[in-house]
């Protein structure tokens, strides 16, 4: 395999408020806690128990349409053959509390089945205590479990995330503890195994150290062993005996959370890439594994992220990506990121990179707006819009289904965190609809600022306290659409084709290349 060149980089760290040196010591109790659950029946009936959750606010629970406007906005889908839209906002994105009683009898049959079940997989997990002496000492000395940073490996997090941890690192600390599925709870069993994955996990708890009580002795103490870190990864790559091993792929992982971490763009998407070489050099039948699942899990949105904002395809539209993929499902009582709900979203997604690109090249290359390339682009627009229009209707019947359920906190959030994505989805699906159909345009962007302003509203109501991790996003695709408004509601119907095409091109590109940079 082509050897790889990981930059190195020296950070002293900036200043955080004092108060996160007590979130440290808190940390470090988790020893004491391990050194009583080890006594013989200590805490047994309750070592699977899960979070219990109080009955969510009342403002939370009702519909984001009726929050956001108290007209009928007619924004979501389009036909085939026209732009008349077949569903409102109100109809197509409830979450709760709209046509209740019409409903009722499906929601008392959905919570007599919750209440007969017990409490899911799917609430918040808790850390799992390990038993490897190694990891422990290594948690303690750092004051950090590695495990309470799972949130760090959620789908969104990427550019945006780092951005704003440079500027304030702050922010870290409210990530702490907050649980999701992810190949982060291997790493502590794992711990000792492999020489790379070991020194990965060091540097790792080290930067999370450094940022949250920066001084020059920790900075001292991370630069040395991300050094190490780096040089035993690359010794790795280098081994063919290595380099197909899930601790190389585990390494590869948890350096980018330190690059991320650390503010570094470019090593960042250095170490996002050279992951993506690793996992299309393995294949996908070679992630068999709950842990190496896990770690191709955590990875396909920040790939889809930067093939986005490079304008490049992406490999996971390959079929035998989206099989690995779509075999992460896992029936819950709740929402998870595991549920066929959020799959099948993201997997909508996959597509969205190769689209993009595609139409990009369509509208400025030498064969502009040649009719069968056009016509083939709009077949393929309106086959993801409709993806996400089935999505919108699937994840009104989930809330309705548990209208009347008592739902975790997790649930809520994950709900938000997945209409955002859709809703800037379908902003950007709008957009590159409207640049292949012309006649379509301007009643696609009636929809399409409808959607910004819906966007740019969410920002306002009840959201999970790591909500910036994917707010940024949201925010940066609706603003983009706004300010570009006025180009795409013009009216061409007097200019001829060459004129019309002309137009076009400006248009997109000016939208295009704003959005991406915004990112």
């Given at each position: 395999?082509?050897?790889?060149?990981?930059?190195?980089?020296?950070?002293?760290?900036?200043?955080?408020?004092?108060?996160?040196?007590?979130?440290?010591?808190?940390?470090?109790?988790?020893?004491?806690?391990?050194?009583?659950?080890?006594?013989?029946?200590?805490?047994?009936?309750?070592k699977q128990q899960h979070v219990l959750f109080e009955?969510?606010?009342?403002?939370?629970?009702?519909?984001?349409?009726?929050?956001?406007?108290?007209?009928?906005?007619?924004?979501?889908?389009?036909?085939?053959?026209?732009?008349?839209?077949?569903?409102?906002?109100?109809?197509?994105?409830?979450?709760?509390?709209?046509?209740?009683?019409?409903?009722?009898?499906?929601?008392?049959?959905?919570?007599?089945?919750?209440?007969?079940?017990?409490?899911?997989?799917?609430?918040?997990?808790?850390?799992?205590?390990?038993?490897?002496?190694?990891?422990?000492?290594?948690?303690?000395?750092?004051?950090?479990?590695?495990?309470?940073?799972?949130?760090?490996?959620?789908?969104?997090?990427?550019?945006?995330?780092?951005?704003?941890?440079?500027?304030?690192?702050?922010?870290?600390?409210?990530?702490?503890?907050?649980?999701?599925?992810?190949?982060?709870?291997?790493?502590?069993?794992?711990?000792?195994?492999?020489?790379?994955?070991?020194?990965?996990?060091?540097?790792?708890?080290?930067?999370?150290?450094?940022?949250?009580?920066?001084?020059?002795?920790?900075?001292?103490?991370?630069?040395?062993?991300?050094?190490?870190?780096?040089?035993?990864?690359?010794?790795?790559?280098?081994?063919?005996?290595?380099?197909?091993?899930?601790?190389?792929?585990?390494?590869?992982?948890?350096?980018?959370?330190?690059?991320?971490?650390?503010?570094?763009?470019?090593?960042?998407?250095?170490?996002?890439?050279?992951?993506?070489?690793?996992?299309?050099?393995?294949?996908?039948?070679?992630?068999?594994?709950?842990?190496?699942?896990?770690?191709f899990a955590a990875h396909v949105g920040a790939i889809?992220?930067?093939?986005?904002?490079?304008?490049?395809?992406?490999?996971?539209?390959?079929?035998?990506?989206?099989?690995?993929?779509?075999?992460?499902?896992?029936?819950?009582?709740?929402?998870?990121?595991?549920?066929?709900?959020?799959?099948?979203?993201?997997?909508?997604?996959?597509?969205?990179?190769?689209?993009?690109?595609?139409?990009?090249?369509?509208?400025?290359?030498?064969?502009?707006?040649?009719?069968?390339?056009?016509?083939?682009?709009?077949?393929?627009?309106?086959?993801?819009?409709?993806?996400?229009?089935?999505?919108?209707?699937?994840?009104?019947?989930?809330?309705?289904?548990?209208?009347?359920?008592?739902?975790?906190?997790?649930?809520?959030?994950?709900?938000?965190?997945?209409?955002?994505?859709?809703?800037?989805?379908?902003?950007?699906?709008?957009?590159?609809?409207?640049?292949?159909?012309?006649?379509?345009?301007?009643?696609?962007?009636?929809?399409?600022?409808?959607?910004?302003?819906?966007?740019?509203?969410?920002?306002?109501?009840?959201?999970?306290?790591?909500?910036?991790?994917?707010?940024?996003?949201?925010?940066?695709?609706?603003?983009?659409?706004?300010?570009?408004?006025?180009?795409?509601?013009?009216?061409?119907?007097?200019?001829?084709?060459?004129?019309?095409?002309?137009?076009?091109?400006?248009?997109?590109?000016?939208?295009?290349?704003?959005?991406?940079?915004?990112?």
């Amino acid at each position: 395999m082509t050897d790889k060149h990981f930059p190195f980089v020296v950070s002293n760290g900036p200043k955080v408020p004092q108060g996160a040196r007590a979130l440290i010591r808190k940390q470090a109790m988790k020893g004491i806690a391990l050194a009583r659950k080890q006594k013989d029946g200590y805490g047994k009936t309750n070592k699977q128990q899960h979070v219990l959750f109080e009955e969510p606010p009342l403002k939370n629970m009702v519909s984001i349409g009726s929050m956001v406007s108290s007209t009928d906005l007619s924004i979501i889908s389009s036909d085939s053959s026209s732009c008349a839209p077949n569903a409102t906002l109100e109809s197509s994105v409830c979450l709760r509390g709209q046509n209740e009683e019409e409903h009722s009898t499906r929601a008392n049959a959905a919570l007599a089945t919750i209440q007969r079940t017990e409490s899911s997989e799917s609430a918040l997990m808790t850390p799992s205590l390990t038993s490897n002496l190694e990891y422990n000492r290594v948690r303690l000395k750092f004051g950090v479990d590695i495990v309470d940073l799972s949130i760090l490996t959620n789908f969104n997090v990427g550019k945006s995330t780092m951005a704003v941890l440079s500027d304030d690192p702050s922010r870290l600390a409210s990530l702490l503890g907050l649980y999701q599925w992810s190949y982060l709870e291997f790493v502590p069993p794992r711990y000792g195994s492999s020489e790379c994955l070991t020194a990965a996990t060091n540097c790792l708890l080290a930067r999370v150290h450094n940022l949250l009580a920066p001084n020059t002795e920790s900075s001292s103490i991370f630069n040395r062993l991300y050094g190490k870190a780096l040089q035993a990864l690359q010794d790795a790559i280098g081994n063919e005996n290595l380099v197909m091993n899930a601790d190389v792929l585990c390494a590869t992982q948890l350096l980018s959370l330190v690059e991320l971490l650390a503010s570094q763009d470019k090593a960042w998407c250095h170490h996002v890439k050279g992951f993506a070489q690793l996992v299309c050099y393995r294949s996908p039948s070679q992630f068999q594994t709950e842990f190496e699942k896990a770690l191709f899990a955590a990875h396909v949105g920040a790939i889809i992220s930067e093939s986005l904002i490079h304008n490049t395809h992406c490999y996971l539209e390959q079929i035998q990506w989206q099989t690995l993929y779509k075999s992460l499902t896992q029936q819950s009582q709740f929402l998870t990121n595991r549920s066929p709900l959020a799959i099948n979203l993201r997997l909508t997604m996959f597509s969205l990179p190769s689209l993009w690109h595609d139409v990009g090249e369509a509208v400025n290359g030498l064969l502009t707006y040649v009719h069968v390339d056009m016509a083939s682009l709009e077949k393929r627009c309106r086959i993801v819009h409709s993806e996400l229009i089935q999505w919108l209707e699937s994840y009104k019947d989930h809330c309705v289904y548990l209208s009347l359920a008592r739902v975790p906190e997790s649930e809520l959030a994950l709900r938000r965190e997945l209409f955002g994505s859709a809703m800037e989805c379908l902003v950007v699906v709008k957009r590159l609809l409207a640049t292949v159909c012309e006649p379509d345009r301007r009643s696609l962007e009636t929809e399409t600022q409808a959607l910004a302003h819906l966007i740019i509203d969410l920002q306002a109501q009840p959201s999970p306290k790591y909500s910036w991790l994917f707010s940024g996003q949201e925010v940066g695709v609706a603003h983009t659409a706004l300010l570009t408004k006025d180009s795409w509601e013009e009216d061409m119907s007097d200019k001829n084709l060459n004129e019309q095409n002309l137009a076009t091109r400006v248009r997109y590109n000016t939208w295009s290349s704003t959005l991406r940079t915004s990112h």
